[in-house]
């Protein structure tokens, strides 16, 4: 079974731009969580999108979206870049909402603002 | 509080047992979780826990959980230069539909 992908692995944008994000999750799997992940700050949690629906949520500003296709694949966007979106940005998926299933991450997407 | 703590940094020699210490913030957890992440890989589930056991393990891996002090810990045995290597504990929380990890700990492993 191929793992989760993520495209582009890398990304670099000036502020003010907006970016978009891919994930693509395990074949089976219907829920797709997205991470900000940041020296400062740590693993942080996005959204989780289940069967097309946004079902959780993280501390983040609106400028921080997410959508799901009903194959599963999921979309991540940024609006109106900072400095500060500088990250990784992992997506997990899982067979089940949250974490009653094991999650299992892709590589990242690396984000560099300039 | 909301962090969960690790400390940064461990170094070991290869073939010694590398322990690996997580505080945790929710006595009522349901799951408690270990990853490890390469350079530029995303996050490997390694083992996980749940809260009415005291220890697991798996192969080379311990994990060992104090309820009473919400201390987590990893042991690693006879320690690889493969296993150099951050790792995050998580703990998710009972009735929470996300987790939160630790800071993670830097494991160098010396040949």
């Known amino acids: 079974k191929a793992g989760v992908t993520q495209t582009p692995r890398y990304l670099i944008k000036t502020r003010g731009q907006q970016v978009t994000l891919s994930c693509s999750p395990i074949s089976g799997h219907r829920s797709v969580s997205w991470y900000q992940q940041t020296p400062g700050q740590g693993l942080q949690f996005l959204f989780e999108y289940f069967s097309e629906t946004q079902r959780n949520k993280g501390n983040f500003p609106g400028r921080f979206s997410g959508r799901q296709f009903s194959n599963s694949r999921s979309e991540m966007n940024v609006s109106t870049l900072e400095l500060g979106d500088s990250a990784l940005y992992l997506c997990?998926?899982?067979?089940?909402?949250?974490?009653?299933?094991?999650?299992?991450f892709g590589p990242g997407t690396r984000l560099t603002v300039l | 509080g909301e962090d969960v703590e690790q400390s940064l940094f461990l170094s070991v020699r290869e073939g010694d047992s590398s322990v690996i210490n997580c505080t945790y913030t929710d006595s009522s957890s349901t799951y408690l979780y270990w990853y490890k992440q390469e350079p530029g890989a995303g996050l490997q589930l390694l083992t996980y826990i749940f809260s009415n056991m005291d220890m697991k393990q798996d192969q080379r891996l311990t994990v060992l959980l104090n309820k009473k002090d919400k201390h987590l810990s990893l042991r690693i045995a006879d320690t690889q230069t493969g296993d150099s290597a951050i790792y995050f504990c998580a703990e998710n929380r009972e009735g929470y539909q996300k987790v939160t990890f630790g800071t993670g700990t830097k494991l160098q492993v010396i040949p």
């Open positions: 997990a998926s899982s067979p089940s909402i949250g974490w009653a299933d094991t999650q299992y």
